[in-house]
Each structure stands twice: as structure tokens, then as C-alpha cells.
């Protein structure tokens, strides 16, 4: 949802400028289980024709505006692309040096063409942000929003499978927007950034961590069910699968692709696996009401439904702050190490707001 939080506040393959990719040196061999082919090209498919995937409706906007910012205001954020920048920011500085920025499943690139020029806005130069993706198609759409906003060189293309992916040299920074939960080999991945950023480099996030399949566990389903029957019927119609839902339909995404396919799993291995000097956690109930399938309902110039939105974020987060239910999205700074205390919002530490799956 990261390219989706800042829009909150035809080009070839051959015609992209990809390098070749020394992300794959020391991959494993071609993958030949079906299974995972079968995900691979559908994920493919379903992003290939794609150029906006993450078009959200105004009264996310309204909610994010409200609710989000100024979370992200306690920790020194404006907005997400505010977030990557300022932290990427940080080594530039501290190192005077050239800087290496790596971000894992890149798609177009959109994001990381923003951060590029807020850092060039702020005067911050001498950073190279890798795209890596395994898409060809949003690689070519990447290196072409590179080179219309003058960022050829700054921003660039890099195929690779983040799913094989083994580094063979050292970036100052990895950032995954919004693609970790696109990822089936998480313990792979983690132990590869492990070792890419090195003891002084940083890991940066901002990503879903609730159920697979982007569903919603009992405890927060039961919730959501009950503000459900709230909406008038002419509301309950799901735009993305095309279909009325008299009662909410939990719909698990994982079922095609590598939607959601290990959500659950990304916050404890990360708690496992690197040390945190920035975490903020939020969301949950919230999701469902005001994200594409049934947000685009919901009027933002209506005073029910800011209403009925303000009502159920306030559920949602005296339900979070007193653990009833975990988050469902993070944003966080990473280490390998790090003696500082974690900077968070409120009591949400990241071991806070790890859901175990046993639990049912």
C-alpha cells in the first residue's frame, strides 16, 4: 500500500535501459517448481497492463490525512516518499560519499523516481537508487519515468527475483515499498539484506503484515462484520472481484499471484532478524472500508460517511492500543544492530504487534 499512501496525501521491454542484472550472480539455479512458475506468470499478467495499480478512493484520503499523518508527524514525517527520502538522506550525509540505495520489488519505479527528486529538491545529490524488479514490463516503465523526469543514472532499472536474489556486494541502504508481502522466500530475502546492508547500513519498509491474503483474523473480523452491517446495500458491492456482499466476504488474495502470500510472517522475522531504530504500526478494521474494493462508496463530501469512517478508526485504534487486534501495515527503520531504544507511536513496539498464528 506505500505507493498507495503517498497517492493517498506503452513503452517496450527492449526500449528500457535494464542493466544487466548483477543481483542474479550467485542466484540459485532456474526455479523449475510449477507451483511458484505458475505464481510468477501470473503476478506477471496481472501487473503487466498496469501502468496505476494503486488508484485509491478520497475518502482514504480524507482518512489518511486525518488519522495517518500526523502519526507519521510524531516521528518526523510528512508522508511516506518524506519518510524514504529523509532516511536515505542520512548516510549522504553522515558519509560523505556516493550512496547506494537498493529497492527490492520496484515495479515502475514511481516511488522511487519521488524520493529521487524530493532529494534532489533538498539538494541531497550523489545517490543511485536500484529498482530491482522481476516484471520486464514495469522495469521498461521504470527506466521511461526515469528519463522523463531527468533521472537516468539516478534512478535505474535492475531485473532480479528478490525471491533468489543473493548479494554479491553491499548497498548503504535496501528499501521495500510496499513488496514484501509479494514475497515467498521471506527467510531468504532477510538473510540476503542481512548481509547487504552490511553493519552500517539501513533496511527500510513500509508494508502489510496482517493475515495472508491481506484477510482479517477472527478477533478483527468479528469488528468489521458488525460496522458492516452499517452500509446500505447499494454499498456492498465489491468493485475489484464484482460482486455483492450482503455479509462481508473475506477474500484471501494469495489464491493467484503473491498478494499477501506471507503477510503474517513479515513482522517476526523481522523482529528475529534486525534490530529496529524506527517502527510505527497502524491499521486494521479501517482497511476494508476505505480501500479500492468498497471505499470508492463512501463520500468524502458526506457527512455520514466521514462520520461512520471517524467511528471506525476510533474502534480500530482503541482496539490496537489495547491489543485486541495487531496492525495490519508498518513502516520501519532497520539495522542489524542497534543500542538506541526503537522510536515507535505510543506503546506500539514492534514485538508489541507481532500476531502469532497460532493463536486463533
Known sequence: MWSRLQRWF??????????????????????????????????????????????????????????????????????????????????????????????????????????????????????????????????????????????????????????????????????????????????????????AIGTTGTFLTCDMIGRNGHQRWPEALSEVQRFWQELPEAKRYNLQLKRHEHEFMDWDCSVEGFEGVRAQDILPLLVQRFAFDTFLGWGNLIDIFIDRSFGHHLDHTDPWALDFVDRIHARDEEGLLAGLWKPTHILAVMRREHAEPVRCWRHLTPGYCVRDPAAR
Not at 26 to 50: K, S
Open 10 to 195: 506503452g513503452i517496450s521491454a527492449e526500449a528500457a535501459s535494464v542493466r544487466p542484472s548483477q543481483a542474479n550472480v550467485g542466484a540459485a539455479e532456474v526455479v523449475t517448481d510449477p507451483d511458484y512458475e505458475a505464481r510468477i506468470a501470473a503476478e506477471i499478467q496481472t501487473f503487466a497492463d498496469q501502468v496505476n495499480v494503486h488508484d485509491l478512493p478520497e475518502i482514504f484520503h480524507y482518512w489518511s490525512n486525518k488519522y495517518l499523518r500526523p502519526m507519521m508527524e510524531s516521528l518526523g514525517y510528512s508522508y511516506p516518499e518524506d519518510f524514504y527520502a529523509k532516511e536515505i538522506a542520512r548516510p549522504r550525509q553522515a558519509l560523505a560519499r556516493p550512496i547506494r540505495v537498493l529497492s527490492l520489488g520496484a515495479g515502475n519505479g514511481d516511488a522511487e523516481v519521488r524520493v529521487a527528486s524530493l532529494l534532489r529538491e533538498r539538494g541531497v545529490d550523489g545517490v543511485t537508487i536500484e529498482c530491482m524488479d522481476i516484471n520486464p514490463a514495469m522495469l521498461a516503465r521504470c527506466a521511461e519515468h526515469a528519463r522523463e523526469n531527468g533521472l537516468e543514472g539516478v534512478v535505474v532499472p535492475l531485473k532480479g527475483d528478490f525471491n533468489r536474489w543473493w548479494p554479491q556486494e553491499s548497498w548503504d541502504v535496501v528499501m521495500a515499498n510496499q513488496s514484501l508481502h509479494h514475497v515467498l522466500e521471506l527467510e531468504h530475502l532477510f538473510d540476503a539484506v542481512h548481509e
